[in-house]
């Protein structure tokens, strides 16, 4: 089957690859994006380097946006009992206002239809026409095939009426960017009652601090800057971040409804890309790394299933084996991490007397939460 032209739906990491690679490999390909670039985003903007040998060999990846490099990590408990290990593989700090801009800039240079500012608002396919309708409130599109990169949470997953959507997520996601005196080698991660905060370096020297909260916790106070001085500075280390930090937005960048519930890669004959197939826990520092690789995987099967006048079903099949074979594992690692070993006094203890007696076992779990390079 020749599928002529795709409509990717959501300009983050996992769209905005899988667009270009497409037009590389002379599928037409257009990008729809709620916002505009540059913009800022909830993320701790920390890349695994399992992403980097991918990025360099596809000119995805400039050295000129010089990202430091990360190979220590420091785990605090609540009370501040810390301990720190070496990262095996490591990973690079940039923000997602400079990377996905620095991509979309791409994408229109290799020829993407990028859209922006427009929502899309439902996606239907024809089974007469074998063919999708893609609606945003200004304009209506057909497309042979539809790629959902539409990130966490979207109002696409209550037009396709997915599982998560319909119960309430406990999990809220604060970003700042601060000028502090971090070490650029070092990713802190540093647990409180209710959350925990990652904290790194990206470009310019500036620093990168992120974190997960229950919602319950942030109820409890008139604001965040309330819950932050109560809560998180029970911690030492996030107590003395915070007050030596410049603070350099006027707000923090904050999401609501963060879910990790199991989605499906493939729904309705759109390939799910990136956390619109499935999110692993932030902690896991994986998340842009899967969202990047999900890029690669889903364009590369397209090219696949053109050059070998594959159908549809084949194609569906292909992804949904390739996602799940690559990424399920990862997901429940990370879920489980993330529910027994963070976010309280006791368990944040347990993990951080796990990482001081036994740095091989923390090691061997981190990798269970990462993939190889690729
Ligand atoms: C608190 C927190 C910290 C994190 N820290 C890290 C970290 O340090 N390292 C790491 O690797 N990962 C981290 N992650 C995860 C990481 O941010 C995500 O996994 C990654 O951004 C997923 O990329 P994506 O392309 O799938 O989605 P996104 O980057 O979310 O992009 C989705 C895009 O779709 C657009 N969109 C949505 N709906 C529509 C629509 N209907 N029409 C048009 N456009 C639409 C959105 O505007 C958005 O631009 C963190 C996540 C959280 C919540």
Same mark, same amino acid.
């Given at each position: ?85 070496? +990262?095996?593989?490591?990973? %690079?700090?940039? =923000?997602? &206002?400079?990377?996905?801009? !620095? /991509? ?127 809560? +998180?500075?029970?911690?030492? %280390?996030?107590? =003395?971040? &915070?007050?030596?930090?410049? !603070? /350099? ?126």
């Amino acid at each position: 089957m020749s599928f002529k032209n795709v409509i990717v739906v959501g300009g983050g990491l996992a769209g905005l690859i899988a667009s270009i690679r497409l037009v590389r490999s002379g599928i037409a390909c257009t990008l729809i994006e709620k916002k505009n670039y540059p913009f800022h985003r909830v993320c701790g903007e920390y890349i695994s380097n399992e992403t980097l040998p991918f990025l360099k060999r596809e000119s995805l990846f400039s050295e000129t946006l010089s990202p430091p490099a990360i190979n220590q990590f420091q785990l605090s408990s609540v009370n501040g009992k810390s301990t720190k290990l070496s +990262l095996d593989s490591g990973g %690079f700090g940039i =923000s997602r &206002f400079t990377l996905d801009n !620095f /991509l979309y800039q791409k994408a229109l240079h290799e020829g993407v239809n990028v859209i922006v500012e427009q929502e899309v608002e439902s996606v239907f396919f024809l089974d007469d026409e074998d063919m999708f309708t893609v609606k945003t409130p200004r304009q209506e599109f057909s497309a042979s095939l539809v790629i959902g990169a539409f990130g966490k949470r979207s109002r696409m997953d209550n037009t396709l009426k997915r599982g998560f959507i319909q119960k309430r997520s406990p999990y809220v996601g604060v970003k700042y960017h601060i000028r502090t005196n971090h070490p650029d080698n070092l990713i802190g991660l540093h647990n409180f009652n209710g959350g925990y905060c990652g904290i790194s370096n990206i470009e310019d020297g500036k620093t990168n601090l992120c974190y997960l909260v229950q919602r319950k916790q942030v109820k409890r106070f008139k604001g965040i800057r309330d819950m932050e001085e109560t809560v +998180l500075f029970q911690n030492p %280390f996030l107590k =003395s971040i &915070f007050h030596s930090a410049d !603070f /350099l937005f006027d707000n923090p960048e904050t999401i609501n409804e963060i879910s990790f519930e199991t989605k499906e890669p493939v729904l309705n004959h759109i390939l799910m890309a990136g956390d619109a197939a499935g999110m692993i826990a932030p902690l896991c520092g994986n998340g842009m790394a899967m969202a990047i690789h999900t890029g690669k995987i889903v364009s590369d099967l397209i090219v696949q299933a053109v050059a070998e006048s594959r159908s549809r079903a084949w194609l569906e099949a292909a992804y949904a084996d390739r996602w799940t074979s690559t990424f399920a594992g990862r997901l429940r690692t990370g879920r489980l991490i993330q529910n027994y070993l963070f976010g309280s006094a006791w368990s944040s203890r347990v993990a951080v007397n796990l990482a001081v007696h036994s740095s091989w076992l923390a090691k061997q779990i981190i990798k269970k939460t990462h993939g190889l390079p690729f």
